[in-house]
């Protein structure tokens, strides 16, 4: 008996049974899924936040590996396969910079995966709704391992997270069918296809799938969601924290080749009089990724910003185009008839004020170049000198009463104000105004403001050891939909209200995706009313800065003066 005991103790005896297990082990009947094609999957066991059971189905392969001949291709649909398949491992990651402040190029291209999270035993009998959410990081980062099922798996639905491509990888263009560009977005549509041939194997309802995401995830939502590629493939949609008018969410086409030519020039693949952009291609289908990512890094950037490299573009109209009018004069928009929540965090651009204030060093720099940093961060580098310089004052008079520089960067909450405008509301205002030109012809559509400043803030990680608190950050409502309190980088426990919420924002969110009516809940007293007009009717969801006032409540007129200065300047 001692001997046993030592061998389980030592651990010997549990890496054994893991290596048997892998092929002998019996396999519950409820981890193995059939799929329509024939092949099926094994996935494990998982709990949720509350406990609940979960069958999770990790690594699931939606389309062909885009490497060799298929790199800055169209994704091609999986081929189907025999015999089942073990789906139990959350590691698919595209291609991407390491952010750990080292060049270091992580992810592996063979990466065009998704995840399938069931509830064990729901408490529906019908068919459950489905969530698909598309992970943000500015088109060049980010993985379906940062988004775990804990908190949405409480309830009955059933998630779905996939990779998509990324940087070079995912949105370089020519402009020609040698690399059309926006193969990321193609890659989300693959996604959703996926769902619609599949998830009716896992108790999903095909009718009514729900897709979800944040930042670029969110500017994706609304792509998806405005192009005939993915028409009828979903039912609703959520948009957190940016839209496809976002400056950062799209690139003209004349900006998209310049940066096309710059990156082949970097890899010594454009090198002759009259550019053959098949032969670029092709030679930069031979490059080591390593090398890919080595070119982007050289790109013009302070303080990584312009935070986005490679973005969606413009695309002649052929088949399997994305995006074939410009967004800023698209007239017919079938995604304005689907049912839309959508928002903002109150203090969006804290992520950006804080990477700068959290590193003395830059503010000298940030002060002396103050009009041309200026511009290229907050993307109105396009205009002529005159109107940028004209632009500059604007902001300058508005949001610091006329001083620039140090002066200005030390009034954080204003300087955090001046990056939530420009970044993020003014795209957001001008999606809506968009989608309520013709007040009859559009779906119901609810706005929230996201105000509540827990124990932890992304601008922790970000702002450095300085402890201030710079309000409700872009991607600090993740806190709250995803468990990320745990991760390493964190040093904040939550307290027992940051719990409500997140309970909270998962229902509303759950109960959007189910009943097309967010609060459709008892314990909640207050109803959220659709808008459908300026000034804006929208729930708030906190009391940051506030807290005799309650939790949740409707207000209207979002940011009146703000949204009133941005739209006499641009």
């Not at 193995?32 to 406990?51: A, E, M, N, Q």
């Not at 992580?106 to 009998?125: A, H, M, S, W």
């Amino acid at each position: 008996m001692q001997i046993i005991l030592n061998i389980l103790i030592s651990g010997v005896f549990g890496v054994f049974l893991c290596c048997v297990c892998i092929g002998e082990c019996r396999i519950s009947d409820c981890l193995k899924v059939t799929l329509p094609h024939g092949g099926g999957i094994i996935g494990r066991y998982l709990r949720s936040f509350r406990g609940r059971g979960i069958r999770a189905f990790m690594g699931i392969p939606y389309a062909e590996p885009p490497i060799g001949k298929l790199r800055f291709r169209n994704p091609v649909a999986k081929t189907p396969w025999s015999g089942y398949l073990e789906t139990v491992s959350n590691e698919a990651m595209c291609p991407q910079l390491n952010d750990a402040g080292r060049f270091e190029v992580i992810g592996k291209e063979d990466c065009l995966y998704l995840n399938v999270y069931v509830p064990q035993f729901p408490n529906r009998t019908n068919h459950l709704p489905v969530m698909v959410y598309f992970h943000g990081g500015g088109f060049k980062e980010g993985s379906a391992q940062f988004y775990e099922p804990d908190f949405f798996l409480d309830h009955d639905v059933i998630l779905v997270i996939g990779t998509y491509r990324l940087g070079a990888l995912g949105f370089l263009s020519t402009n020609t069918s040698d690399s059309p560009g926006n193969f990321g977005l193609k890659d989300q549509v693959e996604i959703l296809k996926w769902v619609q041939q599949n998830i009716q194997a896992f108790g999903g309802n095909p009718e009514q799938v729900t897709i979800f995401g944040e930042s670029a995830g969110a500017a994706s939502v609304t792509y998806l969601m405005s192009s005939s590629l993915a028409n009828g493939l979903f039912h609703r949609a959520i948009a957190q924290s940016g839209t496809l008018y976002a400056p950062w969410a799209f690139v003209n086409t004349t900006k998209a080749l310049e940066l096309t030519k710059t990156f082949s020039q970097a890899l010594r693949c454009e090198r002759s009089r009259h550019l053959n952009w098949s032969r670029v291609i092709e030679c930069l289908q031979h490059k080591p990724v390593e090398k890919i990512f080595e070119a982007t890094s050289s790109l013009p950037k302070w303080n990584d910003m312009p935070l986005i490299d490679f973005a969606p573009s413009l695309e002649k109209d052929r088949e399997g185009a994305f995006i074939t009018s410009h967004p800023q004069t698209l007239e017919v928009n079938h995604g304005h008839k689907i049912p839309l929540l959508i928002g903002i965090n109150s203090e969006e651009g804290a992520l950006a004020s804080a990477s700068i204030l959290g590193k003395p060093r830059l503010i000298p720099e940030l002060e002396d170049r103050w009009e041309k940093i200026l511009s290229q961060i907050l993307f109105y580098d396009k205009f002529d000198l005159a109107y940028r310089s004209n632009i500059t004052q604007r902001i300058n008079d508005f949001y610091f009463k006329g001083q620039k520089g140090r002066q200005a960067i030390e009034m954080t909450q204003n300087f955090t104000n001046m990056f939530t405008d420009f970044l993020l509301f003014n795209g957001f205002n001008k999606y809506l105004e968009k989608r309520f030109q013709k007040p009859n012809e559009h779906a119901e559509t609810f706005v929230y403001l996201f105000s509540h400043r827990g124990e932890g803030s992304f601008t922790d990680v970000i702002g450095g050891p300085n402890n201030k608190d710079y309000g409700v950050a872009h991607v600090d409502d993740l806190l709250y939909l995803f468990p990320h309190f745990d991760k390493e980088f964190f040093r904040a426990a939550p307290t027992k209200e940051d719990i409500f919420i997140q309970e909270t924002l998962v229902k509303l969110w759950v109960n959007f995706a189910t009943f097309r009516d967010p609060t459709y809940m008892e314990n909640l007293n207050v109803t959220w009313t659709p808008a459908d007009k300026f000034p804006l009717d929208y729930f708030r969801i906190g009391n940051y800065k506030n807290p005799n006032q309650p939790l949740f409540a409707m207000e209207r007129g979002l940011w009146t003066q703000r949204q009133q200065f941005l739209d006499n300047v641009f």
